[in-house]
């Protein structure tokens, strides 16, 4: 028999699922050890299926962070859901994701439910022990173990650190052997483009009032590097759906738009290695969740 012309480790793809705000990017942030995945306490702050990659020397395991299902009210929620769903539908390792510090209600059995019909190991992990009184964390175990059956249970807190390593060993218990798929310095299969617009739009999520981040997408329109003075300048448009939205993230004199572009530079830098110079635009596209060319250009859900 011939040996294969790759070298064999553990490895596989394992999705995270969970309700909004379970805490599953801010998890994959800590696995991975960088920031690859957005993250705010709004509801569908996560839009892309992002897959981050932690490489170990005997093992590379491909994490997919998914959009947390819930109820869709428009055509964005029906493509973040079902881009979720997908997620589900060809990975080794299912991992249904409950906020221990949160009651667990219907949504979370209704997402067990389609955790369960998965054909992939099942494993449960407990975020945000943090948070949590120990009695809290107890009582949430007993009831997260009986939203089905789970091949490992694990509790964690990303934010603290706790327990990571408990999480890798619980997935990584459960993939096959075979090649590393990705390069062993490649954190995620993210483009650049598309970080990019999201690092914006996370700014966007801190800096403004409810009614806006909902509405808001991103988009980069063009980028270009100068290599004498190493500076790539982005230029980058903001949608939203009202003019109402439109004045809020400019501002008073555009002041709030200044404080989006200074926050969102520091990571624009940081992933490019190079300084930016962040041109910000704000444009109306009216009711842009409810049309599917537009979230299709923003490469929300499946879109990319």
Same mark, same amino acid.
């Given at each position: 028999?011939?040996?294969? @012309?790759?070298?064999?480790?553990?490895?596989?793809?394992?999705?995270?699922?969970?309700? +909004?705000?379970?805490?599953?990017?801010?998890? /994959?942030?800590?696995?991975?050890?960088?920031?690859? @995945?957005?993250?705010?306490?709004? *509801?569908?702050?996560?839009?892309?299926?992002?897959?981050?990659?932690?490489?170990?020397?005997?093992?590379?395991?491909?994490? $997919?962070?998914? *959009?947390?299902? #819930?109820?869709?009210?428009?055509?964005?929620?029906?493509?973040?859901?079902?881009?979720?769903?997908?997620?589900?539908?060809?990975? %080794?390792?299912?991992?249904?994701?409950?906020?221990?510090?949160?009651?667990?209600?219907?949504? %979370?059995? &209704?997402? @067990? #439910?389609?955790?369960?019909?998965?054909? !992939?190991?099942?494993?449960?992990?407990?975020?945000?022990?943090?948070?949590?009184? +120990?009695?809290? $964390?107890? =009582?949430?175990?007993?009831?997260?173990?009986?939203?089905?059956?789970?091949?490992? /249970? $694990?509790?964690?807190? @990303?934010?603290?650190?706790?327990?990571?390593?408990?999480?890798?060993?619980?997935?990584?218990? #459960?993939?096959?052997?075979? *090649?590393?798929?990705? +390069?062993?310095?490649?954190?995620?299969?993210?483009?650049?483009? /598309?970080?990019?617009?999201?690092?914006?739009?996370?700014?966007?999520? #801190?800096?403004?009032?409810?009614? $806006?981040?909902? !509405?808001?997408?991103?988009?980069?329109?063009?980028?270009?590097?100068?290599?004498?003075?190493?500076?790539?300048?982005?230029?980058?448009?903001?949608? /939203?759906?009202?003019?109402?939205?439109?004045?809020?993230?400019?501002?008073?004199?555009?002041?709030?738009?200044? =404080?989006?572009?200074?926050?969102?530079?520091?990571?624009?830098?940081?992933?490019?290695?190079? =300084?930016?110079?962040?041109?910000?635009?704000?444009?109306?596209?009216?009711? &842009?969740?409810?049309?599917?060319?537009?979230?299709?250009?923003?490469?929300?859900?499946?879109?990319r």
């Amino acid at each position: 028999m011939t040996a294969p @012309a790759y070298e064999v480790v553990k490895s596989g793809f394992v999705a995270l699922v969970g309700r +909004p705000n379970a805490g599953k990017s801010t998890l /994959v942030n800590a696995l991975v050890g960088s920031k690859v @995945a957005i993250t705010s306490n709004t *509801p569908q702050t996560t839009r892309h299926r992002l897959r981050a990659i932690v490489d170990q020397e005997d093992a590379q395991i491909v994490f $997919v962070d998914t *959009p947390g299902l #819930h109820k869709p009210e428009d055509a964005l929620g029906e493509e973040l859901n079902k881009s979720s769903m997908m997620a589900l539908a060809d990975v %080794d390792v299912a991992c249904l994701v409950i906020d221990v510090s949160a009651q667990i209600g219907p949504g %979370d059995r &209704w997402v @067990a #439910h389609r955790v369960a019909e998965a054909k !992939a190991a099942r494993v449960l992990i407990l975020t945000k022990a943090d948070i949590a009184r +120990p009695e809290e $964390v107890e =009582k949430q175990l007993a009831v997260a173990s009986g939203l089905g059956k789970f091949d490992e /249970v $694990v509790i964690c807190s @990303a934010r603290e650190g706790f327990n990571l390593d408990g999480v890798i060993a619980a997935v990584k218990a #459960h993939l096959p052997d075979g *090649p590393r798929y990705f +390069p062993r310095d490649m954190p995620t299969d993210q483009p650049v483009e /598309v970080m990019l617009a999201e690092f914006i739009r996370e700014r966007i999520l #801190h800096n403004t009032r409810d009614e $806006v981040p909902h !509405a808001v997408g991103v988009a980069i329109d063009d980028m270009t590097y100068n290599k004498k003075s190493d500076t790539t300048t982005i230029m980058a448009v903001i949608y /939203v759906e009202r003019e109402s939205q439109k004045g809020i993230i400019v501002g008073k004199g555009g002041e709030m738009i200044r =404080k989006i572009g200074t926050d969102a530079r520091v990571d624009l830098e940081r992933l490019l290695g190079t =300084k930016v110079y962040l041109d910000l635009r704000v444009k109306l596209k009216k009711d &842009w969740r409810r049309d599917a060319s537009q979230i299709k250009r923003f490469g929300y859900g499946e879109g990319r």
